[in-house]
């Protein structure tokens, strides 16, 4: 194993930050090495993704596949925000951090107190982020790496107001941060900061809908006066940029519209929740454009060894290609990394899933399965899996190289156990050591069982090593993506699931409706989806539809705001299982 770990290009090191990646434990099952791959079987490839990498920070139209009713026909900006010399003018490192500073000059004063709420002259204590996707995953991520689990005691110590994340559409969670009755939060102090390029965003949009209801029915305000509550993230001239001026939010923070939403943690979507939580994003900004510039070199073979993307790029597909299809799971040995993983699920899913071939159109489809988590827990999960049962996986390892503190696991009651921290003749351990133990244990296990890992090691945790690590996987995406010929930045799966939901939604109105007219009528209706379907709605509802919604009015008619038009007719609702094989539904009229 120490012939790998010496072997030339097999480790990749950046001696300004001690960035370090080594990609050894790819050849415990790869009968090749790098040079060969990167001169012979990668030459043509390499090519193209440098010219896609090109074409994106000139500014070119990538976002674009001949499949039309796919295709977004953009430009994609999140590279040239950060680029130190752009192309494209105002995207460069320079305009983010101009407007990040202006961001901060904004909401220092809502943080320190000089700027109340107007309406009611209180401090905002409780800031909600209102998003999904990456604008939710991306400022999460930055508000644990750099504040931990438990950000809002050191948010309270700081006297910081308190930072809260939302992106389901669950309204038990609506409940227990703003009931009346209980909930945790005192509406009059609440701050709602929405994250949507247009506002159009079904849980986004229905999040901040029924948080203004709330200010409007426990009388924090009158319906005049929800801006005084709000802030809006989004595209300038957008329907909610409209609505924001109209409603007069306390904010308007505006983004690009070519900026993706999985890559926009560069943008507003990043800069805001950094702002309320006294974090350097400027930082964050200089260690991504350090990570582009070690990324971007691929004009030399010498340049192409030792790009970080490039290899792990490479290895990645020719691996996939010689043994099939594997999962990537990634292990941050950190709790700062706790949500590194579930990020880099949407960065590499929703880029490269995709059905169709970007220039001929025909269907190919690709992915890359991504699931993981904090190291030594998470391991304890599924590690048996990967070092003794399937081969389908290749493992990633993120740790950092220095710790701020360290504390001894020796027991203190011992004390020859407590002898060990002074003397050479007594062993003796401490958390960190324990932890770089798991690290290369577990890379040794993984070797001896002939399994695929490669390992990321950054100096320290901070924004600037936070922002190099996010960069890094995007330009793997990049590069994937360029291999494999598809379309990295446009997400029509995520389309058709949201249009569903839509016809769903309408077919749920219909049957409440129906049902409505059906019980002032007859004063009951009894029947199945089948019954429903072809009595109430017509033969194009998908029987699971109307099925899916007669279960959510039975179990859920009761309770308040869920079906407020049958709640007031309805005196009883059952549901039987017949003939094994379907629920039959009863409504009994309170006419």
């Known amino acids: 194993m120490e012939s790998l770990y010496t072997s030339p290009g097999y ?4 001696p300004k930050t001690q960035f370090t990646l080594n990609v050894s434990g790819f050849f415990t099952t790869l009968p090749t090495n790098i040079q060969q791959l990167v001169k012979e079987n990668y030459s043509f490839a390499i090519q193209v993704a440098k010219q896609k990498i090109s074409d994106i920070e000139e500014g070119k139209i990538v976002n674009k596949t001949v499949i039309k009713h796919e295709t977004e026909n953009r430009a994609v900006d999140h590279y040239n925000l950060r680029l130190e010399n752009s192309p494209v003018q105002g995207k460069s490192l320079k305009d983010s951090i101009n407007y990040w500073n202006e ?7 809502l943080l320190n107190g000089e700027k109340k709420n107007p309406l009611n002259g209180k401090a905002y204590k409780s800031i909600i982020f209102n998003g999904i996707g990456g604008s939710y995953l991306g400022p999460l991520l930055l508000v644990v790496a750099m504040k931990g689990l438990y950000f809002n005691d050191l948010q309270r110590k ?25 909930g945790a939060l005192d509406l009059s102090q609440c701050l709602l900061v929405n994250m949507s390029k247009s506002g159009g965003t079904a849980e986004t949009k229905g999040n901040m809908n029924t948080f203004n209801r709330l200010l409007l029915e426990q009388n924090v305000c009158k319906d005049n006066e929800i801006g005084n509550f709000n802030i809006a993230i989004t595209t300038k001239g957008s329907n909610f940029d409209k609505f924001a001026q109209k409603n007069n939010f306390l904010h308007t923070f505006y983004m690009n519209e070519e900026t993706g939403g999985r890559t926009s943690i560069v943008s507003a979507i990043g800069m805001v929740p950094c702002a309320f939580a006294k974090l350097n994003f400027d ?22 060894l030792n790009n970080p993307a490039l290899i792990t790029a490479i290895l990645m597909d020719h691996l996939q290609k010689y043994q099939g299809r594997k999962n990537l799971i990634v292990l941050g040995y950190s709790d ?20 169709f071939h970007e220039t001929f159109g025909v269907e190919q489809p690709e992915g890359q399965t991504v699931f993981g988590g904090v190291g030594t827990g998470e391991q304890h999960a599924f590690m048996q899996q990967v070092q003794k049962g399937l081969n389908d996986c290749i493992v990633k390892f993120v ?14 009651t011992n004390k020859d156990e407590l002898a060990g921290e002074t003397s050479e003749d007594k062993s003796y351990l401490s958390m960190g050591r324990q932890m770089l133990g798991f690290v290369k244990g577990t890379e040794n296990a993984l070797y001896k069982n002939g399994k695929p890992f490669m390992t990321c090691t950054y100096l320290e945790c901070n924004l600037f090593n936070i922002g190099m690590m996010i960069a890094l996987e995007e330009r793997i995406v990049t590069i994937l993506a360029a291999f494999r010929g598809i379309n990295a930045y446009d997400q029509p799966g995520v389309q058709d699931g949201k249009l569903s939901a839509n016809d769903m939604n309408k077919y749920g109105d219909l049957l409440e409706r129906k049902l409505c007219a059906q019980l002032r009528q007859q004063k009951s209706w009894k029947g199945d989806a089948t019954k429903a379907r072809n009595e109430l709605l017509g033969d194009n509802a998908p029987l699971w539809y109307v099925d899916s919604i007669l279960s959510d009015i039975y179990g859920n008619w009761e309770v308040e705001k869920a079906y407020p038009r049958l709640k007031q007719l309805l005196h009883k609702v059952d549901r039987s299982f017949v003939d094994s094989s379907k629920f039959e539904y009863q409504f009994y009229s309170n006419l």
């Open 11 to 14: 480790i990749i090191h950046d």
């Open 103 to 109: 961001i901060k000059e904004k909401i220092t004063p």
């Open 158 to 182: 700081e006297g910081l107001p308190e930072l809260y994340f939302v992106s389901n559409t669950d309204a038990e969670s609506f409940s227990q941060l703003f009931d009346k009755n209980g």
């Open 283 to 304: 930082e964050f900004l200089r260690g991504q454009a350090h990570m582009d510039e070690l990324t971007r070199k691929l004009n030399t073979v010498e340049e192409q």
């Open 336 to 355: 700062a990394l706790r949500e590194f993983a579930h990020y880099l699920q949407q960065l590499y899913m929703e880029s490269l899933g995709k059905q």
């Open 399 to 412: 740790h950092f190289l220095k710790r701020r503190v360290d504390y001894s696991v020796m027991d203190p």
